[in-house]
Protein backbone atom coordinates (compact mmCIF):
# COMPACT_ATOMS: atom_id res chain seq x y z
CA UNK A 1 0.00 0.00 0.00
CA UNK A 2 2.87 2.10 0.99
CA UNK A 3 4.16 2.01 -2.71
CA UNK A 4 0.78 3.06 -4.25
CA UNK A 5 0.62 6.58 -2.29
CA UNK A 6 1.09 8.96 -4.48
CA UNK A 7 1.08 12.94 -4.18
CA UNK A 8 -1.68 12.67 -6.28
CA UNK A 9 -3.79 10.23 -4.55
CA UNK A 10 -3.59 11.17 -0.75
CA UNK A 11 -6.59 12.65 -1.00
CA UNK A 12 -8.25 9.72 -1.35
CA UNK A 13 -6.33 7.99 1.26
CA UNK A 14 -5.26 5.00 0.09
CA UNK A 15 -3.05 3.58 2.92
CA UNK A 16 -3.55 3.51 6.31
CA UNK A 17 -1.40 2.85 8.87
CA UNK A 18 -1.83 1.19 12.30
CA UNK A 19 1.23 1.36 14.97
CA UNK A 20 0.83 -0.79 17.87
CA UNK A 21 3.13 -2.43 20.81
CA UNK A 22 5.28 -5.85 19.30
CA UNK A 23 3.76 -8.78 21.23
CA UNK A 24 7.07 -11.85 21.07
CA UNK A 25 5.67 -15.13 19.61
CA UNK A 26 3.12 -16.57 17.48
CA UNK A 27 -0.32 -15.84 16.77
CA UNK A 28 -3.05 -18.16 16.95
CA UNK A 29 -6.06 -18.63 14.33
CA UNK A 30 -9.50 -18.12 16.12
CA UNK A 31 -12.47 -19.12 14.39
CA UNK A 32 -15.52 -19.01 15.46
CA UNK A 33 -19.21 -17.80 14.61
CA UNK A 34 -20.85 -14.52 15.95
CA UNK A 35 -24.70 -15.57 16.22
CA UNK A 36 -27.59 -13.16 15.81
CA UNK A 37 -28.03 -12.19 19.68
CA UNK A 38 -24.39 -11.56 19.87
CA UNK A 39 -23.12 -14.70 21.25
CA UNK A 40 -19.68 -16.52 20.66
CA UNK A 41 -19.82 -20.00 18.73
CA UNK A 42 -16.36 -21.80 19.29
CA UNK A 43 -15.19 -23.09 15.37
CA UNK A 44 -11.40 -23.92 15.76
CA UNK A 45 -8.13 -22.57 17.19
CA UNK A 46 -4.85 -23.16 15.45
CA UNK A 47 -1.42 -22.33 14.71
CA UNK A 48 -0.04 -20.61 11.30
CA UNK A 49 1.72 -21.32 9.04
CA UNK A 50 3.98 -18.28 7.50
CA UNK A 51 6.80 -18.25 5.29
CA UNK A 52 9.96 -15.75 5.57
CA UNK A 53 7.89 -13.25 3.91
CA UNK A 54 5.00 -13.04 6.05
CA UNK A 55 2.70 -14.40 3.68
CA UNK A 56 0.12 -16.98 5.37
CA UNK A 57 -0.23 -20.60 3.72
CA UNK A 58 -2.71 -22.37 6.04
CA UNK A 59 -2.42 -23.73 9.34
CA UNK A 60 -2.35 -27.44 11.37
CA UNK A 61 -4.61 -27.94 14.01
CA UNK A 62 -4.84 -30.71 16.43
CA UNK A 63 -8.49 -31.92 17.58
CA UNK A 64 -7.66 -32.93 21.13
CA UNK A 65 -6.60 -29.51 22.01
CA UNK A 66 -9.30 -28.08 21.02
CA UNK A 67 -11.58 -28.53 23.82
CA UNK A 68 -9.42 -26.74 26.19
CA UNK A 69 -8.56 -24.04 23.42
CA UNK A 70 -12.11 -23.39 23.54
CA UNK A 71 -11.82 -22.52 27.14
CA UNK A 72 -8.72 -20.83 26.77
CA UNK A 73 -10.36 -18.50 24.43
CA UNK A 74 -13.74 -18.37 25.86
CA UNK A 75 -13.86 -14.88 27.17
CA UNK A 76 -11.45 -13.22 24.34
CA UNK A 77 -14.18 -14.64 21.75
CA UNK A 78 -17.05 -13.13 23.81
CA UNK A 79 -15.51 -9.82 23.64
CA UNK A 80 -15.01 -9.96 19.59
CA UNK A 81 -18.29 -11.20 19.52
CA UNK A 82 -20.09 -8.16 21.61
CA UNK A 83 -17.75 -5.89 19.68
CA UNK A 84 -19.23 -7.02 16.31
CA UNK A 85 -22.78 -7.23 17.75
CA UNK A 86 -22.31 -3.54 18.50
CA UNK A 87 -21.42 -3.08 14.71
CA UNK A 88 -24.89 -5.17 13.28
CA UNK A 89 -22.53 -7.87 12.35
CA UNK A 90 -23.53 -11.31 12.77
CA UNK A 91 -22.01 -14.72 10.78
CA UNK A 92 -18.45 -16.38 10.41
CA UNK A 93 -15.08 -14.04 11.83
CA UNK A 94 -11.74 -15.02 12.71
CA UNK A 95 -9.30 -13.42 14.47
CA UNK A 96 -5.12 -13.51 15.13
CA UNK A 97 -4.90 -13.76 18.62
CA UNK A 98 -1.35 -13.36 20.59
CA UNK A 99 -0.21 -13.31 24.65
CA UNK A 100 1.71 -11.41 25.80
CA UNK A 101 4.10 -11.60 28.55
CA UNK A 102 1.86 -10.91 31.42
CA UNK A 103 -0.56 -13.73 30.20
CA UNK A 104 -3.11 -11.37 28.47
CA UNK A 105 -4.86 -12.74 25.33
CA UNK A 106 -3.96 -9.76 22.50
CA UNK A 107 -6.21 -9.44 19.41
CA UNK A 108 -3.71 -8.47 16.81
CA UNK A 109 -5.93 -8.73 13.52
CA UNK A 110 -9.92 -9.32 13.04
CA UNK A 111 -10.91 -11.18 9.72
CA UNK A 112 -14.82 -10.20 9.22
CA UNK A 113 -15.29 -13.15 7.07
CA UNK A 114 -15.16 -17.07 6.24
CA UNK A 115 -11.36 -17.50 7.17
CA UNK A 116 -9.02 -19.66 5.20
CA UNK A 117 -8.69 -21.44 8.28
CA UNK A 118 -12.60 -21.82 9.39
CA UNK A 119 -12.61 -24.72 7.48
CA UNK A 120 -10.69 -26.96 9.66
CA UNK A 121 -13.06 -26.37 12.62
CA UNK A 122 -16.20 -27.55 10.30
CA UNK A 123 -13.92 -30.58 9.44
CA UNK A 124 -13.26 -32.05 12.93
CA UNK A 125 -16.44 -34.54 13.23
CA UNK A 126 -15.33 -35.63 9.87
CA UNK A 127 -11.87 -36.67 10.37
CA UNK A 128 -12.86 -37.59 14.33
CA UNK A 129 -14.83 -40.43 12.87
CA UNK A 130 -12.34 -42.10 10.55
CA UNK A 131 -10.18 -41.81 14.20
CA UNK A 132 -8.50 -38.58 12.21
CA UNK A 133 -6.60 -36.49 15.31
CA UNK A 134 -4.88 -33.72 13.63
CA UNK A 135 -5.14 -32.36 10.24
CA UNK A 136 -3.28 -29.14 8.28
CA UNK A 137 -4.87 -26.62 5.47
CA UNK A 138 -2.63 -25.39 2.94
CA UNK A 139 -3.61 -22.73 1.24
CA UNK A 140 -2.84 -21.71 -1.87
CA UNK A 141 -0.98 -24.86 -2.65
CA UNK A 142 0.81 -24.87 -6.01
CA UNK A 143 0.79 -28.04 -8.01
CA UNK A 144 2.63 -29.61 -11.20
CA UNK A 145 0.24 -31.71 -11.96
CA UNK A 146 -3.20 -32.14 -12.88
CA UNK A 147 -6.55 -33.14 -11.17
CA UNK A 148 -6.52 -35.90 -13.08
CA UNK A 149 -3.47 -36.88 -11.77
CA UNK A 150 -3.78 -36.09 -8.56
CA UNK A 151 -6.63 -37.79 -8.43
CA UNK A 152 -4.63 -41.31 -9.18
CA UNK A 153 -1.86 -40.51 -6.97
CA UNK A 154 -4.07 -39.80 -4.03
CA UNK A 155 -7.05 -42.24 -4.74
CA UNK A 156 -7.19 -44.14 -1.07
CA UNK A 157 -6.71 -40.82 0.65
CA UNK A 158 -9.73 -39.26 -1.29
CA UNK A 159 -11.81 -42.13 -0.83
CA UNK A 160 -11.17 -42.84 3.25
CA UNK A 161 -11.24 -38.83 3.54
CA UNK A 162 -8.25 -37.90 4.75
CA UNK A 163 -8.04 -35.74 2.15
CA UNK A 164 -10.09 -33.13 1.77
CA UNK A 165 -10.09 -30.94 -1.84
CA UNK A 166 -11.61 -27.46 -0.25
CA UNK A 167 -10.59 -25.48 -4.04
CA UNK A 168 -9.06 -26.45 -7.70
CA UNK A 169 -8.23 -24.06 -9.83
CA UNK A 170 -6.83 -25.37 -13.40
CA UNK A 171 -3.74 -23.21 -15.04
CA UNK A 172 -3.69 -21.88 -18.37
CA UNK A 173 -0.70 -24.18 -18.71
CA UNK A 174 -2.99 -27.69 -18.24
CA UNK A 175 -0.02 -28.79 -16.63
CA UNK A 176 -0.26 -27.25 -12.91
CA UNK A 177 -2.86 -26.15 -10.64
CA UNK A 178 -4.04 -23.97 -7.21
CA UNK A 179 -5.29 -25.21 -4.95
CA UNK A 180 -6.37 -25.45 -1.33
CA UNK A 181 -6.90 -29.33 0.41
CA UNK A 182 -6.59 -30.65 3.87
CA UNK A 183 -4.70 -33.44 5.35
CA UNK A 184 -5.55 -35.26 8.08
CA UNK A 185 -4.13 -38.40 10.18
CA UNK A 186 -4.09 -40.34 13.34
CA UNK A 187 -0.87 -38.34 14.58
CA UNK A 188 1.56 -35.51 14.00
CA UNK A 189 4.43 -38.35 12.67
CA UNK A 190 2.06 -39.83 9.68
CA UNK A 191 0.51 -36.32 9.11
CA UNK A 192 4.19 -35.41 8.42
CA UNK A 193 4.63 -38.36 6.06
CA UNK A 194 1.58 -37.27 4.41
CA UNK A 195 2.78 -33.55 3.76
CA UNK A 196 5.76 -34.90 2.56
CA UNK A 197 4.40 -37.14 0.01
CA UNK A 198 2.20 -34.20 -1.55
CA UNK A 199 4.80 -31.81 -0.84
CA UNK A 200 6.57 -33.83 -3.86
CA UNK A 201 4.22 -32.49 -6.27
CA UNK A 202 4.68 -28.37 -5.03
CA UNK A 203 6.24 -26.26 -7.08
CA UNK A 204 9.67 -24.68 -5.92
CA UNK A 205 9.14 -21.41 -7.25
CA UNK A 206 5.49 -20.52 -4.85
Known amino acids: ?25 EAVALSLFVTKGGRAVFNAC ?9 NWGGGPVDYREQDALREEYRETAARLAVYMHKLGYWGPMGADVMTDEEGRQVV ?36 KLTWEEFERGFKEELHFGSLVVNAWVHMQDGKTSMTTVTLAAEDKEKLNEFVERVGAFKMEDH
Open 1 to 25: MLRGLRAENARLDPCCLLLQAMAPG
Open 46 to 54: CRQLVDAEG
Open 108 to 143: IDMNVRVTGSHPLGALRGHFGRRGLNVAVLFFPLML
